[in-house]
């Protein structure tokens, strides 16, 4: 089985700035694409940033230029640093991989549990 697990959420002021981290753990063979999602109140859950294996990269238009997502192969790792952060930007944030393991057929998605970004003054 595979885990994926986030951090780095917390509260901060319009126009701070955050790093979510997620980690993946268990038999896992290879991680194609990495991504963050994220859900607001009331809203429907929304594609944040992607990355791929070969490290392309695309972001909500909400997003872009204030977000950066980047990945650590060998940790099997995925960051989001999030800067010039606006309410708006108020969500659950998950991380999300496809996942290759060595029981597997195929790859799979795995979710993580979410972790809460609250941006307020």
């Known amino acids: 089985q595979v885990q994926l697990v986030e951090s780095g959420g917390g509260l901060v002021q319009p126009g701070g700035s955050l790093r979510l981290s997620c980690v993946a753990s268990?038999?896992?063979?290879?991680?194609?694409?990495m991504g963050w999602y994220r859900q607001a109140p009331g809203k429907e859950r929304e594609l944040v940033a992607r990355i791929t294996s070969e490290d392309s990269t695309n972001y909500a238009d909400s997003v872009k230029g204030r977000f950066i997502i980047s990945r650590d192969n060998a940790k099997n790792t995925v960051y989001l640093q999030m800067n010039r952060l606006k309410p708006e930007d108020t969500a659950v944030y998950y991380c999300?991989?496809?996942?290759?393991?060595?029981?597997?057929?195929?790859?799979?998605?795995?979710w993580g549990l979410g972790t809460l970004v609250t941006v307020s003054s």
């Open positions: 999300n991989a496809n996942v290759r393991t060595v029981a597997a057929l195929r790859s799979f998605e795995v």
């Open positions: 268990g038999s896992i063979l290879s991680i194609n694409a």
